[in-house]
């Protein structure tokens, strides 16, 4: 079954933790956690699990409303959580608390859904190609110096249709002193061709 798969994660948790009081870090992070799944719930997305602190949700796997749309729905929700945390940590900020980042990765593709685990304890959840490379562009985000990252899924995400802003982002960081990249040997032709892009926001 096609379905959209995002997957966000707080920037530098481990090392947050770390530094932070218990009892305040699990407090701001179940403040986080349920202002990201409210924005989730009101792009009509599916809650599959929370990893640590971490989100995955999914859109067309309980219901779809077609490809095209669950891809829209799912970038929404990526903007919204944006706008939320940025909420949150002016909140956070005024009350002396530790602000935070995230990062997301959106993808699109072919999973297979159903009950997956052990014979004791099993979970509704997908799996497939796609729900890998979401996540993985989740964690790129760090490398790309972006909050979001979608993957290439042809016309579910093409801006004319759906109105939404994005920039093409090269697998390649580094950079000659000139700026070129170094992954394609400064070919921005190559770089152009390059299958992630950054979702902007909205045009």
């Known amino acids: 079954m096609p379905a959209t798969m995002l997957f966000s994660d ?16 699990v407090r701001q992070l179940n403040e986080y956690l349920t202002a990201m799944t409210n924005v989730v719930f009101q792009n009509d997305g599916t809650l599959d699990k929370f990893i640590g602190d971490g989100i995955m949700a999914v859109w067309g796997n309980v219901k779809s ?27 956070w900020k ?39 490379l979401a996540a993985r562009l989740e964690g790129l985000t760090r490398i790309y110096g972006v909050d979001i990252l979608v993957g ?31 992954h394609h040997r400064g070919r921005p032709d190559r770089c152009a061709r390059s299958g992630t892009v950054d979702l902007a926001g909205n045009v």
């Open 152 to 182: 290439y899924i042809g016309g579910q995400f093409d801006s004319r249709r759906i109105s939404f802003a994005f920039r093409r982002a090269c697998p390649g960081q580094r950079k000659d002193r000139a700026g070129r990249c170094l």
């Open 65 to 91: 409303q077609g490809m095209a749309k669950d891809a829209k729905a799912a970038a929404y929700a990526a903007l919204g959580m944006r706008r939320e945390l940025l909420r949150l940590n002016n909140g």
């Open 10 to 25: 707080i920037v530098g948790f481990t090392t947050l933790s770390e530094k932070a009081d218990e009892k305040e870090l």
């Open 94 to 132: 005024t009350e002396g608390r530790m602000t935070l980042g995230i990062g997301i990765g959106i993808d699109h593709g072919q999973v297979l859904a159903g009950n997956i685990g052990s014979q004791d304890r099993a979970d509704l959840t997908v799996i497939g190609n796609a729900v890998n």
